[in-house]
């Protein structure tokens, strides 16, 4: 089935500092790939998504890049800031948008 | 519009007891998700419903049930609480339309002891 992986947490920077959290996806068909951001004591929001190959979603200065060659979606962000620290969890959806799988989450912490 | 509200927010449950988890939308979506999520395990899925009426299991249905008499409300009922149901559980939605996102809800902690 599919299945999401993303890199072992936690991840810890400083301030000003460049992120990446790598994922990678195995799915058939043509899924689209998410980024969802938990902070602490809330829900799951989304961050960004892209719905086909090559498409980049952006958001609040993060990047990810739908790379089908790599199956990779890999999280960018050219300087963290200390309200940037949460779980970052990398997803997919079927073909028709209704079943998600998630990765295991990667806790990021910013330090001032 | 609060979108996919969770109630309660908290429990501690002794073993053997049962409990209902409340998830209420207004958002009108077909579509809706229960998942749990453990530490360091992602979220995973434990029933889903495709409308009023209809509903499957996920990746972890066992000692849970579930129902869905109207498109707003997605009980989750648990019969005989153990202490592996111990997690965070969230409700989500999504309209079905293909590429949409889910909306989750705050979560409930749950302790089963």
């Known amino acids: 089935g599919d299945s999401v992986t993303q890199m072992e947490g936690p991840v810890t920077l400083s301030e000003e500092a460049f992120l990446t959290i790598n994922c990678t996806y195995t799915a058939t068909g043509y899924p689209s790939l998410f980024w969802y951001v938990q902070y602490p004591g809330e829900g799951l929001q989304l961050l960004l998504k892209?719905?086909?190959?090559?498409d980049k979603g952006s958001n609040k200065g993060f990047e990810a890049t739908y790379r089908k060659e790599t199956t990779s979606f890999h999280l960018e962000k050219g300087s963290v800031q200390v309200s940037d620290s949460a779980v970052y969890f990398c997803?997919?959806?079927?073909?028709?948008?209704?079943?998600?799988?998630f990765g295991p989450g990667t806790r990021l912490s910013v330090l001032p | 519009n609060a979108g996919v509200t969770q109630t309660p927010k908290f429990r501690i449950l002794k073993i053997g007891q049962s409990m209902t988890l409340q998830c209420t939308q207004d958002m009108n979506h077909n579509y809706m998700y229960w998942y749990r999520q453990d530490p360091g395990m992602g979220l995973k899925l434990i029933y889903y419903?495709?409308?009023?009426?209809?509903?499957d299991k996920g990746e972890v249905p066992n000692g849970y049930n579930v129902s869905r008499s109207t498109t707003e409300d997605f009980p989750l009922r648990l019969e005989l609480a153990a202490p592996s149901q111990t997690s965070v559980y969230f409700c989500a939605i999504n309209s079905g339309r293909g590429n949409e996102k889910l909306f989750f809800g705050s979560g409930t902690q749950l302790s089963v002891l």
């Open positions: 997803a997919l959806s079927d073909n028709y948008g209704q079943n998600f799988v």
């Open positions: 419903s495709v409308g009023a009426g209809i509903t």
């Open positions: 892209a719905t086909k190959a090559d």
